[in-house]
Nanobody, 116 residues
Framework: QVQLVESGGGLVQAGGSLRLSCAAS????????MGWYRQAPGKQRELVAV??????EYGDSVKGRFTLSRDNAMNTVHLQMNSLRPEDTAVYYC???????????WGEGTLVTVSS
């Protein structure tokens, strides 16, 4: 079992920046992908930014504004969010996948609110 601890959400004005972090608990298994999804009220959960094995995948609406980075060995990832828009308002969830054990783990979510 892997626990994901998220931090960094909050309230920001449009055009501002926030940084989200997600730390995974220790595991003897390789984390195959790790990143962020979000869910706005009344909408489906969508991909924001995820590290895959050989590349980083970004959602179309955040390309050029958000940047995903990581500390050693994929245990901690950071999402730098710049030029925030009101439509970025959502609960942001950290996700990690461990293929070796069929693990698909989610954090509790952190709320990001962008005011206009």
């Amino acid at each position: 079992q892997v626990q994901l601890v998220e931090s960094g959400g909050g309230l920001v004005q449009a055009g501002g920046s926030l940084r989200l972090s997600c730390a995974a608990s220790r595991t003897p298994f390789t984390i195959n992908s790790m990143g962020w999804y979000r869910q706005a009220p009344g909408k489906q959960r969508e991909l924001v930014a995820v590290f895959r094995r050989f590349y980083t995948e970004y959602g179309d609406s955040v390309k050029g504004r958000f940047t995903l980075s990581r500390d050693n060995a994929m245990n901690t990832v950071h999402l730098q969010m710049n030029s925030l828009r009101p439509e970025d308002t959502a609960v942001y969830y950290c996700n990690a996948v461990i293929l070796a054990i069929g693990g698909d783990y989610w954090g509790e979510g952190t709320l990001v609110t962008v005011s206009s």
